[in-house]
Nanobody, 124 residues
């Protein structure tokens, strides 16, 4: 069993930056890709970014390419999401998730473990 805890969310203004962290406890992340998803009120959970287990491959939603960066520190069992140039439409609860395999993907059903989420609110 893997427990994931997100942190780093908050209320910021458009153009600001935030760095989300996702700390794993229980079993280590091991050979699992990791992902970040977001969910705004009334909307389905959407893919944001994913990173392979060694960190060599990353994937981003078109809406965040060039603004967000996913990274991981396996020694610390932690995954990060650096969010720059934030926009009001980025407002959502952000969840990190551990994939079933080493490669990662964009489908939330491919992910086995989920954190409780951290709220990001971007004002205009």
């Amino acid at each position: 069993q893997v427990q994931l805890v997100e942190s780093g969310g908050g209320l910021v203004q458009a153009g600001d930056s935030l760095r989300l962290s996702c700390a794993a406890s229980g079993r280590t992340l091991g050979r699992r890709a990791m992902g970040w998803f977001c969910q705004a009120p009334g909307k389905e959970r959407q893919f944001v970014a994913a990173i392979s287990w060694r960190g060599g491959t990353t994937n981003y939603a078109d809406s965040v390419k060039g603004r967000f960066t996913i990274s991981r520190d396996n020694a610390k069992n932690t995954v990060y999401l650096q969010m720059n140039s934030l926009k009001p439409e980025d407002t959502a609860v952000y969840y990190c998730a551990a994939h079933r395999t080493i490669y990662g993907g964009t489908d939330p059903y491919e992910y086995e473990y989920w954190g409780q989420g951290t709220q990001v609110t971007v004002s205009s």
